[in-house]
């Protein structure tokens, strides 16, 4: 399951989205609602969470937008602003649910998993390429009746290549995206990740391979190709 918060408090960011990695979600955080647009016409999510009050673009005119352009991603709008017309303004913009600031860890990742378990209806928890799959609930990757399980970081990476094979991702987009902009590990993580899900793909027989294009990243093809 993927959630993309955006907030622009960055402590609550980093808080909230270390709260669903430990529940087995993968997250991605925007700062500002132009990036959370930027997010939204990039990657399918299963649950998008927006602040009202950010920057660029506020969290009504980020969710107008996602529901003009016709997706049900279930949205949960999440403020300061606790004043019953702001609640209802939400909720006529598209909004699945409305939980104001401050609230508690517990059900704010209640709500989050509520909202996923109805967006499960209509979103393919499995994804493929060639002769892998990618089960989303389990974090496991699996070829033929060979599989193998990923940890939390493996599967954000291989979930980003498996939703967008062939497309070229350089080290730094990948860093930001998995590790966030604060992060305080090394650029080489994503390499000695990237090395991690290669032997795990060679492990099950994959016929997919994670590819280094020489001055630009990584991407995601058939083996041979």
Not at 49 to 73: F, H, T, Y
Request: hydrophobic residues 40%.
């Amino acid at each position: 399951m993927r959630v993309l918060i955006a907030e622009d408090e960055p402590e609550l960011a980093r808080g909230l989205k270390f709260l669903l990695e430990k529940n087995k979600f993968s997250v991605d955080t925007a700062k500002d609602g132009a990036e959370a647009l930027d997010y939204f016409h990039s990657t399918d999510y299963d649950v998008i969470v927006l602040d009202i009050m950010m920057p660029k673009v506020n969290g009504l005119d980020v969710l107008r937008q996602i529901r003009e352009s016709g997706a049900k991603v279930p949205v949960m709008m999440l403020t300061a602003k606790a004043e019953i017309e702001d609640r209802v303004a939400g909720l006529e913009a598209g909004a699945d649910d409305y939980l104001p600031k401050p609230f508690a860890s517990l059900e704010f990742i209640a709500r989050v998993k509520a909202l996923s378990r109805r967006n499960a209806g209509y979103t393919d928890l499995v994804h493929s390429f060639g002769n892998v799959r990618l089960d989303c609930n389990r974090y496991e990757l699996y070829c033929g009746d060979r599989s193998v399980r990923l940890n939390n970081k493996e599967f954000q990476l291989m979930e980003l290549f498996m939703r967008h094979p062939g497309y070229v991702f350089s080290a730094n987009h990948l860093m930001e995206r998995i590790w966030g902009q604060d992060a305080e590990a090394d650029i080489n993580v994503v390499w000695t990740y990237i090395g991690f899900i290669r032997r795990k793909l060679k492990e099950i027989g994959s016929g997919a391979e994670i590819r280094t294009v020489r001055g630009a990243g990584y991407m995601l093809k058939e083996a041979g190709c």
